[in-house]
């Protein structure tokens, strides 16, 4: 389990709108590279489907459902067959919102999971959980710039 958090001068509903629109997430994290709806889905709304595309040292893609679109308030969903779950909270604070990004693997890999997190992201299956904390807090980091810039 993991979080970063971070404040952003624009509103809830705003930053809502730009996490939840999946197509977007390469813009800002250091391993996905966005996503598409599958389905027929175009937004995020609960049970949507999405495949989420990934890259690092040979890249991979998941399917994921949204279990959670509250505008303004919380985006979540869950990767696979429910082995990682990832959530965005947005709270108002000030003139703007603070965004807490969040994940809870549920089901560790087995050794064969274990092997082709390696292969797909470099890393032993002990350090993914610190890396995946360095990746939300630059993803944030970016979602921050990108939101306040507009």
Same mark, same amino acid.
């Given at each position: 389990m993991g979080e970063a958090r971070i404040h952003i001068e624009?509103?809830?509903e705003a930053v809502y709108a730009m996490v939840s629109d999946i197509?977007?997430?390469?813009?800002?994290?250091?391993?996905?590279?966005?996503? =598409?709806?599958?389905?027929?889905?175009?937004a995020a709304a609960v049970g949507s489907r999405f495949k989420g595309?990934?890259?690092?040292?040979?890249g991979w893609s998941t399917k994921c459902t949204v279990t959670v679109a509250s505008p303004g308030r919380e985006f979540a969903f869950d990767v696979g067959n429910g082995g990682?779950?990832?959530?965005y909270c947005f709270e108002p604070a000030g003139a703007g919102t603070d965004v807490t990004e969040s994940?809870?693997?549920?089901?560790?890999?087995?050794?064969?999971?274990r092997f082709f997190?390696?292969?797909g992201?470099?890393?032993?299956?002990?350090?993914? =959980?610190?890396?995946?904390?360095?990746?939300?807090e630059q993803t944030l980091t970016k979602l921050k710039a990108a939101a306040e810039a507009s």
């Open positions: 624009a509103s809830p197509t977007r997430m390469g813009e800002w994290s250091p391993e996905n590279t966005g996503g =598409e709806w599958l389905g027929g889905a175009s595309k990934n890259k690092r040292k040979s990682t779950k990832w959530r994940f809870e693997i549920v089901k560790e890999p087995g050794a064969i999971g997190t390696k292969v992201t470099g890393l032993p299956w002990s350090e993914r =959980e610190a890396d995946m904390v360095r990746g939300m």
